[in-house]
């Protein structure tokens, strides 16, 4: 009584530290302190539409590095993504940041919002169907991680300087002279959101990780057919999908630089890689989930059964037919799935494997094309 007492209580205070947005990414508190801003400025009373603010943010920074670059007089030396003729140096540096900073910028907003999904699944699902302190106590020091925005800036600060003057080493040596401070500063900059959005990531990772050993109350007869188990199963394949667009969307930009055409199509396996990795993690949590479900009835009926055998009336035709009824529950319970997967969740698989491949065919879509040409 004490137990479920405390387990009760422990989901009811989630629940409310939930409800309240006393648990918020990095992303959030920056999103929320610049909305205040603009409306600050603005006088503007209801908040901005997220998509205006993602946007705006953009065009800030995408000036301010534009602004460096142009008062250093650097426009020749940045290496850019356009190597099209006919487009000035400025154009394409510009074209460029643009790209680049509109890119990371969504990648980050998308990831932390849906993850803000999740903890309203948590909220109002799977809180209620958690069914141990310890599975709480996981999830609470999972939600203390990933709202610690303090340790989220700093890894994304100091990894960010670290790899950007890195980088940027890296392009001096190869072009044999200095960049410029503009680039250095972009690149700085592009990485601190490049790893703000691989810390948020790596939060994903340690979910799925730690979401083997929850325990929850699912359809006893057959825990793959839960509705929870549907919704989880959604929920955590967007994450593929986010990282599927990523694969694509650098597929596609290293074709200009010459990039894909190096590596050619073992690229797209490099970046196969981690939507697999993705993959696995993911049914395998669920499966776990599935497996502890279907085995603790199987337990309980055994149970039952054993209680019958060694009963004084075990040969009288009720306690046999009693166990032969649980002896048949027990062989359809055991027959059900152990695992999430079904046609659905295949082809969403194979579907965030095509992105990739589909970046790679029209970044040589010159190759391709000259493969179907008619030769005369």
Known sequence: MTTDTALIEKREELKRRLTTGEYKTLVDIFLEWFDRLLRKITRRSKPFPL??????LSIIINFISFMLIYVAGDFTKVPTVMNFTGLGAELRVLISLVFANVFIIT?????????????VLWRDEMLDATDSLESLDKFEDWLKKTSNWRLHLLIAIIFGLINGLYSTSITNNISGEFTGYGYTFSNIIMNVFTFAFIYLFLMV??????????????YSSDPSSSEL??????ELGFFIYIVAAYAAITTLASAPIGILQTLGFVLVLILWFPIIVMFILNQASLSSIIRRVKWKTL????????????????GSPKT???IN???DYHDRVKATRDSALDFRTYLSFINSLLLPLLAFLLGNLD???SLFARKP
């Open 367 to 369: 190759l391709v094309l």
């Open 299 to 314: 337990n309980e009926v055994q149970a039952k059964i054993e209680k019958l055998r060694a009963s004084k009336n075990f």
């Open 107 to 119: 990648m980050l907003m998308l990831i932390s919002q849906h993850i803000g999904i999740i903890l």
């Open 51 to 56: 998509w205006l603010i993602a946007a705006l």
């Open 229 to 234: 188990i549907y919704h989880l199963s959604k």
């Open 205 to 218: 990772i340690l979910l799925l990780a730690r979401l083997r050993g929850y325990d929850l109350k699912l």
């Open 320 to 322: 046999m037919d009693a």
């Open 325 to 327: 009824r649980l002896m």
